[in-house]
């Protein structure tokens, strides 16, 4: 009877470690997700209760690092004690006499963020003159990989391109002073589509990778599955943009690539909770 219930136990066990949530530690892999959660000030917030819902949610897709942007409301705050990650990093606050509004910008980590900086952008138009927008970088120890940089950001909307074109200049500049030789994830609402001006730039300029376009290489069957490569949708999918991405730049001891790539909270994957749908991409390091 003993040796049939331990039998059982080991069954078990391993039933358990192969359905378990992939982490950093066991798998030498990293699940990042990146979320615009539609976080306006009043009087242009919708649903101030949205928020308790994605901070109870979001835990359930076991991620290890989550970039939000657009939290710029008081509501978004419990998005800061999302159980199970203890490590934060936040953008810029409110600049006395100059912008009224924070950066929006928060990263959750599992792991330990060592260091962190923000850099706020020096030119904007429209809307988002009143909020301090620019980069966030954490250096973050993921056990099993080693130090990682993680940069998110929330570019400007609209239609300047002159604005947004030089927000990514000195995007690449605060990047470049941060890599050494660390693998590195630049992730956010970019408010750019695949093959602009401002794309193209971010992908040979910069020189990052977009995760989708290496996760469809591998996968040409979602290469027009709208629930794969479309994070903003209106309109019951007449109007459909891709504006948030999460780009890889492999310049560290270990080379990144995406082994899962999905659209969250658009109601088949999370109840859908902002006007944005996030991005969540599980990468693997060899």
Known sequence: MMKLKT????????????????????????????????????PFLIGAGRFKKIAATIPKFFADIIG??????K????????PGYPYKAFGSGKIKGKKILTSGLLLLSKYPIVETEYMVYSKCS??????????LWAKVAVPGVGEVNVFTTHTNAGSN????????VEAQNFIQKHLEGRS????????LQPGSEDYNYVHYAMDFADSLDLYLTDHP????????????????????????????????????????????????????LSDHLGVMVDLEFN
């Open 161 to 168: 391109k002159k604005v947004k074109s030089f927000q990514l």
């Open 126 to 135: 429209g809307f988002d003159c009143f909020a301090a927008k620019g980069v």
């Open 75 to 82: 509501y978004a705050d419990v998005l800061q004690k999302v």
């Open 184 to 191: 590195t994830l630049f992730l956010g609402d970019f408010n």
């Open 7 to 42: 039998v059982a136990l080991f069954c078990i066990s391993i039933a358990l470690i192969q359905f378990a949530p992939s982490t950093a530690l066991a798998t030498n892999k990293l699940r990042v997700i990146t979320y615009n959660t539609w976080g306006l000030p009043r």
């Open 221 to 272: 069957e979602y290469s027009q599955d709208p629930d794969v490569i479309y994070s903003y949708i209106l309109a019951k999918h007449f109007f459909k943009r891709r504006l948030d991405y999460v780009w890889l730049k492999d310049i560290g001891s270990k080379s990144m690539h995406p082994v899962n790539y999905k659209v969250i909270f658009n109601n088949k994957n999370g109840k859908r």
């Open 68 to 73: 939000f942007q657009e939290t710029f409301t």
